[in-house]
């Protein structure tokens, strides 16, 4: 069993619906949470980061962390054909620079 | 400001010929990642650097792998020789330090085709 898993998809939505992406994870010490996008045949760019458990709200993203589950969540509102990109999850704990990785969530906005 | 530089994009090879990649991190940045990225996975580290100490190098492939850092700048990625299963895109990624959270940017990487 990988230490984070992340549903691959493809995910596969129209425009404008809400996105729900999420990633588990089983290493209890994990303190920092991350949120990256990748677009097709580019490096992956930090998109979210939340510290320990709770709610971060940046424009059209909110992460989750719940650390009790040990689930993140990320949620895109008003989905745009911009946001189609693979999002990946990552996650380190508070004495390890090492980010521990998903796979990854295709995700597809059909305009 | 320029973000990490990364060259060549893309590379063709035989197997058993030897590659090189090359990595150029933001300015300031003294933390350097070599990651390995196949498809539809996330990234792998491979070695990351502080200035120009390699202080993880667990995950790299001793016998046909190895990199340098000089004047903890620009640093490269060596393999020989290649086999096809190192077929994959070698991202390099650069932070201004390691300790707690530290953004990490990441170069476009290379993409290796081993034939």
């Known amino acids: 069993q990988k230490e984070v898993e992340q549903d691959p998809g493809p995910l596969s939505v129209p425009e404008g619906a809400i996105v729900s992406l999420n990633c588990t994870y089983s290493n209890s010490a994990f303190q920092y949470f991350m949120w990256y996008r990748q677009y097709s045949r580019k490096g992956p760019e930090l998109l979210m980061y939340?510290?320990s458990s709770g709610n971060k709200e940046d424009g059209r993203f909110t992460a989750q962390v719940d650390k009790s589950s040990k689930y993140i969540s990320l949620f895109i509102r008003d989905s745009q054909p911009s946001d189609s990109a693979t999002y990946l999850c990552a996650m380190s704990d508070s004495s390890n620079y090492q980010l521990i990785w998903g796979a990854g969530t295709k995700l597809i906005i059909k305009p | 400001e320029a973000g990490v530089v990364q060259s060549p994009r893309y590379k063709i090879i035989e197997k058993k010929q030897p590659v090189a990649f090359w990595c150029n991190p933001i300015s300031g940045h003294n933390t350097l990642y070599w990651y390995l990225q196949n498809l539809g996975q996330g990234p792998e580290l491979l070695i990351r650097?502080?200035?120009?100490?390699?202080?993880?190098d667990s995950q790299l492939p001793k016998d046909r792998f190895s990199a340098e850092r000089l004047k903890g700048v620009d640093s490269t990625l060596k393999i020989q020789p290649a086999e096809l299963g190192d077929s994959a895109v070698y991202l390099c990624a650069s932070s201004l330090n390691s300790g707690g959270f530290n953004e990490q940017f990441f170069g476009p990487g290379t993409r290796l085709t081993v034939l």
């Open positions: 650097y502080e200035n120009e100490e390699a202080v993880d």
């Open positions: 939340t510290y």
